[in-house]
């Protein structure tokens, strides 16, 4: 029988961290849509980055390195390899994609 492993700090710190920039593009959301004319655009590319930085935050919290890539299906792929309930999730952002694409 193995011991058991502990938590590896570093790798929840580097969760946080990235959890800590998803923050900011919501906060930056709430920024853009207070305006008097919302860039929907905007507001929506924000969208997109905090999906996809969350989603890295979760992969590196499994323990997955990833990759530089904004392709939120791709992303969600890897996920569901670690975890296809999360990963399944997911795949419900996925046409936020279309929105880095368009900037």
Not at 47 to 66: N, S, Y
């Amino acid at each position: 029988m193995s011991a058991p492993t502990h938590p590896d700090p570093h790798r929840w710190q580097e969760v946080a961290r990235w959890r800590h920039r998803a923050d900011d593009d919501l906060a930056i959301i709430d920024i853009v849509l207070a305006q008097s004319s919302p860039s929907l655009f905007g507001a929506s590319l924000h969208c997109q980055q905090a999906a996809e930085k969350m989603d890295k935050a979760v992969l590196i919290a499994f323990g997955v390195r990833p990759s530089r890539m904004h392709d939120l299906e791709r992303v969600g792929d890897l996920i569901h390899a670690v975890h296809p309930e999360i990963g399944s999730e997911v795949y419900g952002l996925t046409q936020l994609t279309t929105w880095y694409i368009a900037a």
